[in-house]
């Protein structure tokens, strides 16, 4: 697909599921495809807090107009029609105001790209000495590592059949994550944070990106609470997230 035609559709809300991994390979593969993105996406940012300030300053005007005003017992009519248009307008830009700042709501997919970092493999390490090496598990944390996430999710789902473990859960769940499968994903690392092992923590932390990714602000917001609450992982990044959420 034409690529300018992907930045528009994705800045349109128009991507299908097909377009969005396009997107998202394009994104790590092509260089002056991320640079496009991001000159588009600053200019998105730039726009939207120009506009704001511009409808702030519009109503800050209007109130200091009609402050101004000061009606006698017997308005003119030419001077209440211009008052009541001033008051009328005001209120219009007052509520316009309100609802964009309302209901535009954040920018989900931006925050989840802001804040995702692919977590890396601190569980199985692979060296030149595991080259005969034909394990399962070996096979797994190579198609993880080299983010090959359809043939991570086989293998991973394959290892919990004989060796069902927080860790292969969890890199279960990223594996979801990389290939947008949002509840999947979601299951697993709820799973993994419920039992409170060594990627609790951490499992809070990409559950609550997940929900961002998902548009499902309260869950988002309550999986961040905790995180923050326990204190071991990107507590301050959480924080932050969690300020533009609210």
Known sequence: MDKELLLYNY??????????????ELLKTDIGFKKQFDFENNLKGVIREKENENLKAKLKGFEKEIESATPVRQL???NYRKWAMAASI??????????????????????????FQEYPNTVYAITRGTETD????????????????????????????????ENVNFYLAQSYLENNQLPEAISYFEEVAQH???????????????????????KAIASLKLLIADGRYQKDKAMVLLDELE
């Not at 830009?93 to 989840?112: H, K, Q, R, V």
């Not at 944390?141 to 473990?165: G, H, M, P, R, W």
């Not at 409170?196 to 309260?218: I, T």
């Open 11 to 24: 800045f349109s809300n128009q991507l299908t599921v097909e377009q969005q991994h396009q997107f998202e």
């Open 76 to 78: 003119p009519g030419t």
């Open 90 to 115: 005001a209120l219009l830009i007052g509520l316009g105001w309100l609802g964009y700042n309302s209901f535009s709501g954040p920018d989900y997919e931006n925050l989840y790209r802001e804040n």
């Open 134 to 165: 034909s394990s399962l598990e070996l096979k797994a944390y190579v198609a993880y590592e080299t983010n090959d996430n359809a043939k991570a999710i086989q293998l991973f789902t394959e290892l919990k059949e004989t060796y069902d473990s």
């Open 196 to 218: 409170d092992g060594e990627f609790a923590p951490q499992a809070l932390w990409y559950v609550a990106l997940s929900y961002v990714k998902a548009e499902q602000k309260d």
